[in-house]
């Protein structure tokens, strides 16, 4: 019965107990789900700047439309590791940037109104990257209908690709001029005052002569300083921003070779021999070509002289759909077809009308500005001349758009094709990676006979099976190595080199072997020190585009602060320089007389002198750069000893026997140059400071 009670009065604590534990599991339950916002969060942190934290699909975000442009604006579909690491740095300096700089503009109150960027696109105030898109190269004059006309034309068309760059320029604008307003407040509240004029001014003018005496640190041999582990320690601790260092790894690596085989090269012999009948027979070259060769079918004509003199002396002597080869080029099989005979000049004169495009933003206006110029000379409404001298954005406007002779290989190859077969006065349209033409050709030198070349190739190449042969034999070696003392056994059998480099966690090449991002990726995000690194797949073969990798961790070092011991030469290497300058001090003090003369005879030295030493340059020959001995020159008066010096190289006393110089004059042009130098750096210095000052955690590295 006292049991039962006993279970009744204790009956809500265990109740309590028992919601207590179901609602705990409920809550870690929810946090551990992989939605969870909280944990997500950080899965996904990218960054932290200040007290900002950046996710990986706003940086991913950010990229992408930069990358974007890049494409649209270049004219490509994917981007090569140049152009991706140029963005990839872009995107996290610009994100850098913008948040740092974005708290400070809002405490200051720095905005830009909408009147602002109406007069800065289209008012009387227009912005530098307005001008770059649709200003005059010559003049740097903007057409104000052409800005209207575009922003018109992206407002109407709202899917047009042209709109993303227009809003990454807008924002572009914006930041711009945020930071050129801050960049002036800052050097607002700089001043340069008189007396910082007039010592600038002495240390240019001040031309010294002098007596020196000397002891250089390396005159006490090393074994005669002593220390202890202490004095070490005092020096680590007091000096620690000296050995900060970044996350690095040392690799150690082999590679495998991606080469054609033996039997490649007979296939690729086999293949060529065996369209050779196919090719003689087909009607349509250009098809054939295109659908069998490596190469597309290149429309060109050649002149005897373009050609290698083998192909040239077959060519010209050659009736059209004569084959020459198949022969062997460098590593490419090479079967010739004379497709056609045409007389062409080897010359022409011609004029263009150019209107340059460096963006997408400008590709619209000026499509539809070239064919609005072409009608007004094709409708007689000006001459090709006067329309060139007034619209052409290239240095041949001014002459009418006259480019005089010049002959094949001068120009890019889409103005060259336009120019070479047009007829005379005739009036074409292209477009190049300039922007868009039109071409007036206005003389031909004497046609002569070019031949037009369709060409079957085919490079020799590894195959499938020489692929997987060598990732086979790159596996069965990673497989025995294991780890790295295994890597560098297997290697020793196999006579292959081991190779070395250190890698940044961000770096994304390595300089023997070019973009290997997902090795060093792997190397940070999946091995430790003497193992074999491994891929997500946890493969330890990597393959570049034509090699196979394999490597293991050699050693590594964490970010942060070196540790004691792996620093502790260079630090007895200063403390050793510290303790020499004190005993030279202490001992040129001991020995100070009332010349210079009686203290060079104490210490046992001789009294050097040193003429025309000039503040500006500050170096004596018999001393070397000692920025000390600059500042002891500026502030001595002539025939005072002065106190010890303790300088890069060793202890000095010096004496000034004379100085001459002008008086400073132009103060006021003086303070206005350091002003000027001063605030120039100013909203540099001033965001570095603030940089500095940010607590950045770059994560970077766990994601790309």
Known sequence: MATLQKLRNNAGVLLAIVIFIALAAFILGDLLQ????IIRGKQLEIAVIGNESVEYPDFQSRFNELANI??????????????YEQIFNQTWETLLQETI???????????????????MVQGNSIHPIIVQ???DPQTRQVDKSRVIQFLKYIQENPEAPQRASWLNIEEQIISTKKTSKYNTLVAKALYVNSLQASNSLNNKNIVADMKFIQKKLISIPDSTVSYTDSDLKAYYDKNQSKYEQKAQKRLAYITYDIVPSADDENQAQKWINGILADFQKATDNVQFVNMNADTRFEDVFQSESDLAPNISEWAFNAEENDIYGPVKEGN??????????????????ASHILLRVESAAQAQVALTTIDSLKNIIETGKATFEQVARDNSQDGSAPQGGDLGWFGRGRMVAPFEKAAFNAQVGELVTVQTEFGYHIIKVTSQSKKTKHVQLAVIDREVIPSTETYQQLYTEASKMAANAENLEGLKQEAEKSNKSVRNVIVGENDRNIPALGPVRTLIYSAFANSSEGELVVGNDRSPVFELEDKFIIAAVESETKEGIKSFESVKSSIEFAVIREKKLEKLLEEFNAARGESIEQTAQNLGLQVEDANGFNLQYGSVNAIGYEPAINGAVSALEPNIQSKPVAGRNGVYVIEITQKTGQAPTDIASEKNSMFANTSYRAGYQAYETLKNNTKIVDKRSKFY
Do not use: C, H, W
């Not at 992989?34 to 916002?37: K, V």
């Not at 890049?70 to 152009?83: F, I, P, R, S």
């Open 34 to 37: 992989s939605g969870s916002s």
């Open 70 to 83: 890049y494409k649209t604006n270049n004219q490509v579909n994917n981007l090569d590791e140049n152009a």
């Open 101 to 119: 700089m974005g708290e400070v503009y809002d405490e200051l109150g720095i905005e830009i109104t909408s009147e602002e960027m109406f007069d």
């Open 133 to 135: 898109i649709f200003g």
């Open 332 to 349: 490419t099989y090479k079967i010739y077809k004379l497709n056609a005979v045409k007389m062409l000049p080897d010359s022409v004169r």
